[in-house]
């Protein structure tokens, strides 16, 4: 699979980014082969199964467009772009355990295939090979970062899960503020390794790595919260599972937080959510506005990581920064 | 719980080891407290059942000995004796899960507590700490022992899942080259960073650092013979556990491939793993001589672990060390 393929929903923008990008991704992607690559009877058939030609590449490609900006050599880079994405493969592997899911785009997970044992092994062998991609970049700056991501994330799915009905608090408790703290735990810190760790791998200046650091953190953010809206919006066949996933597992995401505090729904929230009727949930965030209100946020979001920018170089890896910014809102999965 | 207590088998030498330790092992003692003292309402019940208090603290005890050898500050040194300690407690929570422990040394496991989901996520969330710690020790070199120590340690577990019978292999097919090599990942890496890792800390001449991997290498090993050992001649009381309990779950230690190989058993082998009779298995091992022949193993590799400390400063630390090497094979459990 073409990893260029997956991000290119608006191709003329995404052809100018890819092209920029294109040689780093595919070493990427040969990197993960070999990887997957091992004699071990056991591991090898496991990492094959996660790790070549299985998602958007994403956080490697934010890495390799921040790269291009500043003085390092190609070997750095991508031990840095590799890194990450190892790191999220690693999560996805113990979030599927999480959330005993079985399949993900479609395909059957680790953990469906090779069960729970296993598959938390298998990712923590590969929160191991994340880190010592980091490390290969000889930076203690990149590596410090990378220790506290890691942690960042374990934080954000604790909260995940303490946020879900059955844990400590139910849709009607679930606050704006807990669900931002636990999106840019679970899922905007990655971007923010990808982007801030990048920037202190190419020697930028203070306020261009802050200005990364704030790009990574809305633009991760706004990721999610689309990810979180398409949950609602998409079919069944675009996301490969079914629609309202999040609330069937007892999630409580941005649509269902923004219907209820500006009382999108006209009093029919309470009968709805008393009933565990996923169906009936779901349309009534899809006929309230809340998806709307949700976009707004997201497009708010993406804007900040945009302005966010503005220390940084001008040229084509900067105006590529800013189209990515704006394809996430618009993608359609 | 006084560290101390765990780890006095031999009142005199144990007395004089730990008075060169014991106040890098309170520091130890008080930022595992520290760090369980968190405001959170899920993460610090969670972090307060497996941090303070509960181990024999033997890992730091080996770094904060070999930090006493070199030109170090305390903190460098608090750092890595603390990061080796977290890094054996996040395995621990991962480990029994992949074992579905229920309890550990007499006391509910937090998988057992909290369950499966947040077991996974705390022990992710106790990797990040452990590798925050080793990146605060400012030593790239350390880092990346630590990460690949993280990757050997995976990689030792899915070799004892492999080997265990349900996996591909059988009593009859596990060979003693697996099972070191499998004990060599799980139990002896860990070892060799608390060892080598604080002699790269502490600036050792590569001859030093040399001699303190082999040791802790096969310090490590000796340990979990002993430990597998135990588990045929302990009892119920002091195992925390039932007798027997690696077979019970299918894992066939050196014992029993000792017995195999070399034909202890008179024939009586095969009847009694053609039974699902743990008992009798154990009492077969018992009768056979195999833990005779195991024990000689472990002090061999006490051996080879005393012997290479000769490059090392004489003195109060090595004499320590020495000592150390010893009481493993004589420990009770």
């Known amino acids: 699979m073409n990893p260029a393929a ?44 996660v790790l070549p030609g299985s998602g958007k590449r994403l956080r490697p490609a934010l890495a390799l467009l921040v790269g291009r900006m500043g003085e390092v050599g190609a070997d750095p880079l991508n031990h840095m772009a590799l890194g990450v994405e190892l790191l999220h493969t690693a999560s996805l592997v113990h979030d599927d355990i999480v959330d005993e899911s079985d399949t993900r785009h479609g395909a059957a997970t680790l953990y469906a295939r090779v ?24 930076n203690l700056d990149v590596v410090r970062l990378f220790a506290e991501t890691l942690g960042a994330m374990a934080q954000g799915q604790i909260d995940d899960a303490n946020g879900q009905l059955g844990g400590r608090h139910t849709w009607q408790t679930v606050s704006r503020e807990m669900y931002y703290r636990t999106i840019g735990g679970k ?22 790595v802050e200005g990364l650091r704030t790009y990574g953190q809305n633009l991760g953010l706004a990721f999610q919260v689309i990810d979180d809206i398409l949950d609602f919006t998409s079919t069944e066949a675009e996301l490969g599972k079914p629609v309202g996933s999040d609330l069937r597992q007892g999630t409580v995401t941005l649509p269902v937080i923004l219907m209820r505090d500006r009382q999108l729904a006209d009093g029919r929230l309470r009968a709805a959510f008393e009933t565990d009727d996923v169906e009936l949930q779901v349309r009534l965030v899809l006929e309230s506005g809340a998806i709307r209100a949700a976009h707004a946020e997201a497009e708010a979001l993406v804007s900040r990581a945009r302005s966010a920018l503005k220390p940084l170089p001008a040229g084509v890896e900067r105006d590529a920064l800013d189209a990515l910014a704006s394809y996430v809102t618009h993608r359609a999965r």
């Open 6 to 49: 997956d991000i290119t929903p608006q191709p003329d923008a995404m052809r100018t980014i890819l092209a920029l990008v294109r040689q780093g991704l595919s070493q990427v992607e040969a990197s993960l082969a070999k990887l997957a690559d091992t004699d071990d009877p056991v591991l090898g058939p496991m990492l094959s199964t």
């Open 115 to 138: 069960g729970n044992a296993l598959a938390v092994l298998v990712g923590d062998y590969l929160f191991s090979q994340a880190a010592q991609e980091c490390v290969a970049t000889s």
């Open 187 to 208: 899922t905007a810190s990655l971007f923010v390794l990808a982007c801030q760790g990048t920037g202190l791998l190419v020697g930028m200046s203070q306020a261009q």
